[in-house]
């Protein structure tokens, strides 16, 4: 089976998903720039998910570059990741339009948690598709990044209630994280040809 | 005539159909959980939706894996399978914002069926258009989840007028069955190379 | 320039589009099957532009796969037909909300005879950049109902302002007329070949 | 890392960018002709904005044509410009629903400013990853439209609080610049090859 479909597809979604968030920028009624205010916050949630969409779209690309071989659970733990992340809109939009409240705070950071463990298990199958050797599996290594993730995002999910600048914090800290030049997978490519 | 163009068409169309169903669940205006709970019937709705659209796109992708050749009549019907899986966002929102009514069970199960009947059709121009020795023939055998498929959806469109969990445990009862891993084309694969 | 990604943004627009327009059959607030009457000419609309741009797509295909150069001006004149099919939704949701009234049908009319002229701009082009003595050439030939298709579309557009059904049925024969099996090209290609 | 995935990304994100923007074209209640006159400045500024994000299409295509590597750099430099694009159908939608009020004029220009700012940056990387002999680097050359385009937007940002027309004007005198076709890359490529 080729990834070729697999790839097309999982690039139609995410660029589906990272457009359709600015349909919930609903242009406002007044003419003048004070009609902007109330969406400063639909901006800025729509301004970090774009970022996080963004992220998975380059390490999905990064992933499946590493690999030959795909197999039925590959393509089933695919959609698994599309799902989460075609919630990415909604939680977006509920949090923007209710600025940042704590349930709608604690809600993007769920959706943030399932897609990061919709990764792991990808990334996982993929690695045993192509055997402990393959240069993902070197690449990924001890994978602080991935590790670290679902654990950030549930201390952000507990500091909604509390407060929720802090919760923001966490979900911006992360994506700051994966944004950092990450040459894992160059470096094992390198390495090992 | 080349498939590429069919399978980048068909991957357009499913990705866009698989993601415009999000937009069905309208952001609500409450900012706690509560105001999540009206969403549940639509989400559970979509969740349904998506996984059929997902083994839609998982057999479609198999099927097309196995020809060379496409023709005029192949396009057709391939658009034809399209069309009623562009209901489909139509008939996941009427159903989960009725919260399952039974008219809006059976209209889902109906165009279930459509599509169903869409994808035999394709099916068969596929095998005719590649002899019935090719490998999707093959693979496809008796094609008992194919044949299947069409009666139990009738059966689920019956009872939603009776019973509406009985409709809605026909509907994930064959999604299930599709989702149970058919290695048929990859058996058939391996036995004739 | 290769032709790749000039049919990938095409696909593209094109599954958008077919896709889109479903999103203009609202979901009625109505849970039986008397909610859904008024949707019978949102749905006959969608059914017709649905086969038209399935006839588009089919025929660009068609066209783009007998050549092998592209020019700057075959890039514009395929932005330009994008440009007038990409009005299809908005022409379908008007004319079928509004229950095929004249200007209705007359816009609708007006719309598809723009796209067909903005085809033959393209095919003209596309002539042009491979010599008087290419396949597409050769397959276009007279091309009868290239010709005739704006013809048919103008008769349409008067008759709306005179009788309504009228106008419909020549939306609705010119589409038979391009659904009718085509093998110009297919007959070229083995004559040269 | 190859390109394929960068193009087919960005396609998917332009065309659904190009096609969302005719959402912003509600549907008209009024059944005749004068219903689509409130239309006429929302479909003004459809057309602009179509021409641009055309604009962009053939320019990326073209830029991403003369170049073999792409870096991590090169990744995020895509999706910045792609976020700024993807903002085009909000402005054009503001402007076009309040009939070129001088804010919405000021933010209209200030996203292609942004626009083209970043895809000045990407360009940058481009030719960077490439080094100073690449296709692109001769063929952009002194790049004097791209030059040109940044300041022509200030001057009708500022314009759009002292006379919207000329605001306008500067908007699509910018567009036909690019619209007249640039012979560069191709006379580049003919030069070294």
Not at 10 to 39: N, Q, R, Y
Not at 123 to 147: E, M, S
Not at 157 to 165: Q, V
Request: one cysteine or more; a positive charge; hydrophobic letters at 55%.
């Amino acid at each position: 089976m080729t990834k070729g479909r697999l790839e097309a597809f999982s690039d139609g979604v995410l660029a589906i998903i990272i457009t359709i968030m600015v349909l919930e920028i609903k242009v406002p009624h007044g003419a003048d720039f004070t009609a902007l205010k109330p969406l400063v916050p639909v901006a800025l949630s729509y301004i970090l998910s774009f970022v996080y969409v963004g992220i998975y779209w380059n390490n999905h690309h990064m992933m499946l570059s590493t690999i030959d071989r795909i197999s039925g659970g590959i393509m089933w733990a695919n959609s698994h990741l599309l799902f989460w992340l075609s919630l990415t809109p909604f939680a977006t939009g509920w949090m923007g339009e209710n600025h940042f409240a704590p349930a709608t705070l604690a809600m993007y950071g769920l959706v943030l948690l399932m897609c990061s463990i919709a990764y792991w298990i990808l990334q996982r199958l993929v690695i045993q598709a192509n055997g402990p050797d393959c240069v993902l599996a070197y690449a990924v290594g001890r994978d602080v990044k991935g590790k670290l993730s679902p654990g950030l995002y549930s201390l952000g999910i507990a500091a909604s209630f509390w407060h929720p600048w802090v919760a923001g914090a966490f979900y911006v800290g992360v994506a700051l994280m994966w944004l950092a030049p990450d040459r894992r997978i160059e470096r094992a490519m390198i390495k090992r040809h």
